[in-house]
């Protein structure tokens, strides 16, 4: 019997563990490029704002 509990438990570490690293690769990865098209839409939107703007208020921003 502890023998089976020790080998549940092993079990169970070895899946809550990241394998490798591979799983925390994984969510940087996701996150980067989360965020990578969060600042593509954002300067979409940016851009966009200023095509709007009339020439003489685009001077005064930059």
């Given at each position: 019997m502890?023998s089976a509990?020790?080998?549940?438990?092993l079990?169970?570490?070895?899946?809550l563990l990241?394998?490798?690293?591979?799983?925390?690769?994984?969510r940087?990865?996701?996150?980067?490029m989360?965020?990578g098209?969060a600042?593509?839409?954002?300067?979409?939107?940016?851009?966009t704002?200023l095509?709007?703007?009339p020439?003489?208020?685009?001077r005064?921003l930059?």
């Open positions: 502890a509990l020790g080998d549940v438990l079990w169970s570490l070895g899946r990241p394998h490798g690293g591979q799983r925390t690769a994984r940087n990865a996701w996150i980067a989360s965020e098209v600042r593509a839409r954002q300067r979409q939107e940016a851009e704002a095509t709007l703007l020439a003489d208020a685009r005064k930059i």
